[in-house]
């Protein structure tokens, strides 16, 4: 009986110090990153005031208070931070920047510096911008420029008392309606860095120890919420806010860097478009949660996660003032197949679905769209009156007019997914103010394969990834050459032939109405090798009416798939409603208005109350 109760003890030390290894590693690994992205743009980007230098060497903040907070370049860094303050952006991304930088960049700073921030403020007006983001990063820099100093009257006529008191009402009000019913601009691959920077913010200088407590668990959250999708650097599934260059080719996303700093599983990018945004992270103290970090990086099983977003607010042409976002997300670790709903979900830049691959490649990723423009769309999100604010959106999205574009939503399409079968369908009778009549599909010329085969079916490799794309309707493979400025990047050609260098993709193109296509993803873990696959596909039937808009599919896990235009859905005869909460997996669960968000791996719960904020943690026995 001793010696059994010996052996358990040391079973228990040895399982004790391997967690706490497992700790110190992450934690270690976590330093590593940090310390290299820290390193990299003090010690390997010089300031330069070429109007002709990379965005990234150009005055900004972030390489600022990179190189104060390591004492690199110390009066150049000044000099840069002054001609900022002479010519001040005045919009909400320059009120927090400044402040993050004066607050991480301190000690590097003259003792009489702050004065001239404070002046600065008091003189320049800040625009507070009409979204999601553009609030929190508003309301974030004010919050801490007036807890900093006292004043009677900023720029924005209110006083320290009254900017901090309707700050703190704003990030409330956000943390709440998040928590309730989800995300407005949902699992953006850009715009996530811009809730992430003023969260850290408030983490790291809040003197109020509740809203420190606030921003510490909003951090979890968004990373939970980030984690969930993340495969190897890459944010996969729909997207409410997706570029052109991003949609193509995930690894350029602004989010990779802070996938990169906090999970790892991935090459470190320092020149992708704004991963400058992730020094502010870096420099702060906040540490991903292990249980996170567990779900975002262990891809040893596949798993299904079903989540509730919202849109952004509807301000015309709408019974609801923000009505339900439904995604559906299955992941395993050669790729990961995501989709909402489809429809008229966000403006401009929405990504409805993608299966991306778990590749070091360049655009490793496929989905289709139908490029969509109308009044109607911008009218149903923008107060402008709606034809003239064609001009406005042209202007600052230049791609929005263009029929070859790569981001879109369409209120003509639907999907729907089960597992890793989707079926995408459209109904593209357009009224007279709406562009386009067409649906497109995205090829990348990094497949290591590609097999136009005679069954109807369109199959591609790339690593250990596979998928067969079958359309419903005639079609046409082109040539792209859209700018490449535009998408961002040089293409790779590995595994293609006989194609001009300017092109990164095979664009299949389709006009018939309706129209859609069926996608199947596999992998060698599912199904062996590729030539296996394609046989198994080819032997799944599809039966695509014209009339009903509807498919039926027998998928090639043996599952009976049948979806009719716009929302009848069912698998195996039953029927699929789509009423999810907002997480629902075995590693997140939240339900609908609850405010409570619910962590699992393995034995552990770690628990997320917004409705008193507390975390606890437990082990279930």
């Not at 030390?13 to 990153?33: K, L, M």
């Not at 909003?218 to 806010?241: P, V």
């Not at 042209?394 to 070859?404: D, E, F, K, L």
């Not at 873990?525 to 046989?535: N, V």
């Amino acid at each position: 009986m001793r010696i059994s109760l010996i052996l358990f003890e040391l079973i228990i030390v040895c399982i004790s110090s391997s967690y706490v290894r497992a700790q110190d590693s992450n934690e270690s690994s976590f330093s590593a990153r940090r310390q290299q992205i820290l390193t990299y743009y003090a010690d390997s980007v010089n300031i330069s005031f070429n109007p002709d230098a990379p965005d990234y060497s150009r005055p900004n903040f972030d390489i600022i208070v990179a190189k104060l907070a390591a004492r690199k370049d110390v009066p150049t860094t000044i000099a840069a931070l002054d001609t900022m303050m002479a010519n001040p952006v005045g919009n909400m991304f320059y009120i927090y920047e400044l402040m993050g930088t004066y607050l991480f960049g301190k000690k590097s700073l003259p003792k009489n510096f702050g004065d001239k921030v404070r002046d600065n403020l008091e003189q320049s007006t800040i625009y507070r911008g009409d979204t999601e983001n553009h609030w929190l990063q508003y309301y974030t820099g004010w919050y801490l420029a007036s807890q900093e100093w006292d004043v009677p009257r900023w720029s924005n006529g209110k006083s320290s008392e009254e900017n901090l008191r309707e700050a703190s009402s704003y990030i409330d009000h956000w943390i709440s309606l998040t928590t309730s019913l989800g995300q407005g601009e949902y699992n953006s691959p850009t715009y996530f860095i811009t809730y992430m920077d003023p969260l850290v913010l408030l983490y790291q200088f809040a003197k109020d120890p509740l809203m420190k407590k606030k921003a510490e668990m909003m951090l979890e959250y968004m990373l939970a919420d980030f984690g969930i999708d993340y495969l190897d650097g890459n944010y996969c599934g729909a997207h409410s806010r997706d570029y052109p260059y991003i949609a193509v080719n995930p690894h350029q996303a602004q989010s990779a860097i802070f996938g990169y700093l906090y999970f790892g599983h991935t090459e470190f990018r320092p020149k992708v478009r704004e991963a400058i945004s992730v020094i502010f992270p870096a420099l702060g103290n906040f540490r991903v949660p292990d249980i996170i970090y567990e779900i975002a990086t262990d891809r040893s099983q596949p798993y299904v996660e079903k989540e509730r977003k919202r849109v952004r607010f509807i301000i015309r042409y709408g019974r609801q003032r923000t009505s339900p976002v439904y995604k559906y997300t299955y992941m395993t670790k050669d790729y990961c197949l995501g989709s909402s709903q489809g429809g008229i979900l966000q403006p401009i830049q929405e990504h409805v679905w993608d299966v991306t691959f778990a590749s070091e490649k360049p655009y490793n990723t496929v989905f289709a769209l139908n490029p969509y423009r109308s009044p109607l769309e911008l009218g149903l999100f923008f107060p402008e009156e709606p034809l003239p604010i064609y001009g406005f959106v042209a202007h600052s999205h230049g791609y929005y007019g263009s029929v070859n574009k790569w981001s879109s939503s369409s209120p003509h399409e639907r999907t729907f997914q089960h597992l890793n079968t989707i079926i995408d369908l459209y109904d593209l009778n357009l009224n007279p103010t709406e562009d386009w009549h067409q649906i497109d599909a995205f090829f990348p010329l990094t497949l290591d394969q590609f097999v136009v085969d005679t069954s109807g079916w369109i199959f591609g490799r790339m690593d250990r990834a596979y998928f067969g794309y079958y359309p419903l309707r005639k079609y046409l493979l082109e040539k792209d050459t859209d700018s490449l400025e535009l998408l961002g990047g040089e293409p790779s050609l590995r595994g293609w032939s006989g194609w001009e260098e300017k092109n990164i993709d095979v664009r299949l193109r389709s006009f018939k109405s309706p129209n859609g296509c069926v996608l199947q993803a596999g992998s060698p873990a599912q199904y062996g090798s590729f030539d296996e696959f394609m046989a198994k596909v080819r032997e799944t039937k599809i039966k695509f009416d014209r009339m009903k808009i509807s498919v039926s599919y027998n998928t090639i896990n043996g599952d009976r798939m049948y979806f009719q235009y716009p929302d009848i859905r069912r698998v195996d005869g039953k029927g699929v409603v789509l009423n999810y909460p907002l997480f629902d997996s075995k590693f997140l669960y939240s339900a609908v208005d609850s405010k409570i968000l619910r962590i699992t791996y393995g034995n552990t719960v770690r628990t997320l109350d917004f409705n008193n904020f507390t975390v606890t943690q437990h082990t279930i026995k």
